[in-house]
């Protein structure tokens, strides 16, 4: 169960930072010069250099952290219905 949701909270948390890094790269790109902005050696290899590697390091740090609260007996409510562990 552990690995499940720190899998889960990992793939989600990379994404979502893969995409804050990314998305404003490639806007600004286009911004700046719209006929050759996203084609340019610079964004490319920006996306694999900096939002992929960022992403990853985000996945990783927060699946290990949702994996260890889960294993320590973290849970989304308790006995009585109420949010917390």
């Given at each position: 169960m552990a690995l499940a949701l720190g899998l889960v909270v990992?793939?989600?948390a990379g994404a979502l930072a893969?995409?804050?890094?990314?998305?404003?790269?490639?806007?600004?790109?286009?911004a700046a010069d719209p006929a050759h902005g996203t084609g340019r050696p610079f964004i490319r290899?920006?996306?694999v250099q900096v939002a992929v590697p960022v992403g990853?390091?985000?996945a990783a740090t927060a699946g290990a952290l949702a994996a260890r609260w889960s294993r320590r007996g973290g849970r989304w409510r308790d006995d009585q219905g109420n949010w917390g562990s």
């Amino acid at each position: 169960m552990a690995l499940a949701l720190g899998l889960v909270v990992g793939v989600t948390a990379g994404a979502l930072a893969l995409s804050v890094v990314a998305l404003p790269l490639f806007f600004f790109a286009r911004a700046a010069d719209p006929a050759h902005g996203t084609g340019r050696p610079f964004i490319r290899t920006g996306l694999v250099q900096v939002a992929v590697p960022v992403g990853l390091a985000v996945a990783a740090t927060a699946g290990a952290l949702a994996a260890r609260w889960s294993r320590r007996g973290g849970r989304w409510r308790d006995d009585q219905g109420n949010w917390g562990s």
